[in-house]
């Protein structure tokens, strides 16, 4: 039966709340995402967005009926929950101070063949996050009750009810045995067995708001959360029930990730940042990532989204952009950027776009994810001049564009009637398109990056 369902969805930039019915975007707010400078570390401002999504749901339910909650939030964020409140800040995984457990955190770190999970800088391993908060703040780490992924504290703070879930704990964040379907070996390292609530599925009903939050929303006392689930596989989701595999789902924001799905695990290699994410379904799913969206943004240093002929001017130039512009995701995540050559400021979009569809090249060919489509969802969708770099770069697999703003949103609605009984829109093909002299540009480029020592 349809219903309107509101999806909360938490990025690193903003918050957002977003209304669906049967797929359908009827309302959408969003904020910024702020991060607060600590003690006793950099945290996420939950205070802020808790007070923008309890006002946000009471202007939408003025508008709609809800009847149901979904939350979805980045990964490499987690909360440490005592009674009522939270027992420690939500760390900001871009705090580098947890480099300092690094030493004694090894010796606990999973192997890579157990949690598919490389090693990453500051905080972007949750597990180490974990040890951090446990070593460094013992008297705030005393009062936990439960430690929550980022999804499951929103649905708790809407519920009261704790849960664990795959999609998040699957997030490399050492924390997890993809395929095994368990917790990994860090956890009893750690000692942090008894904080991890009950396994739910995203799609799990948890239980209806709690009475101050209708009260304070207006909302019916019978409204719906379910357990939710990380953003990356919340843009996975139509694609699961809509596609055969093998196909390769990029989703795009501040990151770009690579989600293959169907390819086996075996190429990958946590010295590119490869890894394995897990599906809903908790299913393994190999992984690549970088920071597109930011490395994008260094080097574009504004302007919209280029041409063809931008992109063979930049070529014919010869100028080219080596990683990393963003000091952290991907294979060359600790070598600091550099741009070879002389280009416009007209043209630092295409010399951009060139650079993020090199690297989402480049990524692909290590995890193997030679066949299938290629889907583009978020930021880069809009990109044509990306997509049809992309589809120059593979021409063996088809490009398809999903240019929806509300992309990771619309997924998650699907989690509050799974499977979904309504139709899934199609992404929109990307013809295929010469761009003069990009083999030879990407040569140069490939010969270039792989002297960068990972």
Not at 87 to 109: N, S, T, W
Not at 156 to 170: C, D, F, H, K, P
Not at 288 to 313: C, H, K, S, T
Not at 357 to 374: I, N
């Amino acid at each position: 039966m349809s219903q309107t369902i509101a999806v909360l969805d938490i990025g690193k930039t903003n918050v957002k709340l977003a209304l669906f019915d049967e797929g359908r975007l009827l309302w959408e707010k969003s904020a910024p995402n702020r991060v607060l400078p600590g003690p006793p570390y950099p945290y996420e401002d939950v205070d802020a967005a808790w007070s923008f999504f309890i006002d946000a749901l009471g202007e939408a339910g003025r508008e709609h009926k809800v009847g149901a909650i979904v939350p979805t939030a980045h990964g490499a964020a987690g909360a440490l929950i005592g009674e009522d409140a939270l027992a420690a800040p939500v760390m900001d995984y871009e705090f580098p101070g947890v480099e300092e457990i690094e030493p004694d955190y090894a010796k606990l770190r999973p192997p890579f063949s157990e949690s598919l999970s490389p090693k990453v800088p500051a905080g972007l391993n949750l597990g180490r996050q974990l040890a951090y908060q446990k070593w460094r703040c013992p008297d705030l780490f005393a009062k936990a009750k439960h430690f929550v992924a980022y999804p499951q504290y929103w649905a708790w703070r809407l519920t009261g009810i704790a849960a664990s879930e795959v999609t998040s704990l699957g997030s490399h964040t050492d924390l997890w045995a993809p395929r095994e379907g368990r917790v990994s070996s860090l956890v009893k390292a750690l000692g942090v067995e008894p904080l991890f609530p009950p396994l739910k599925r995203a799609f799990d009903r948890l239980g209806p708001i709690k009475p101050d939050i209708a009260a304070a929303t207006g909302l019916a006392p019978e409204t719906s959360v379910f357990c939710g689930v990380h953003d990356s596989n919340a843009a996975l989701l139509p694609y699961l029930v809509s596609r055969q595999a093998p196909f390769t789902v990029l989703s795009t924001g501040t990151w770009v990730i690579l989600l293959s799905v169907g390819l086996a695990l075996d190429q990958l290699d946590p010295r590119d940042d490869t890894l394995a994410n897990v599906d809903a379904l908790g299913r393994p799913t190999a992984t690549g990532r970088f920071m597109g969206g930011r490395e994008y943004a260094v080097i574009a240093g504004g302007g919209g989204n280029p041409d063809r002929a931008a992109l063979e001017r930049v070529i014919a130039s010869g100028a080219i952009a080596l990683p990393c512009f963003s000091g952290q995701g991907g294979p060359y995540a600790t070598t600091k950027g550099v741009i070879r050559g002389d280009v416009a400021p007209s043209d630092r979009p295409a010399l951009a776009t060139l650079y993020c569809a090199l690297m989402s090249d480049l990524m692909l060919t290590r995890m193997g994810a030679a066949a299938g489509d290629l889907i583009v969802e978020g930021s880069f969708a809009r990109n044509l001049a990306f997509c049809q770099t992309l589809g120059a770069l593979r021409p063996a697999q088809r490009v398809f564009a999903a240019d929806d703003a509300a992309g990771t949103a619309r997924g998650a609605a699907m989690l509050a009637d799974w499977p979904p009984t309504y139709p899934i829109a199609a992404p929109t093909p990307v013809p295929p398109a010469s761009i003069a002299g990009l083999d030879t540009y990407r040569d140069a480029w490939t010969a270039e990056v792989e002297l960068i020592p990972r």
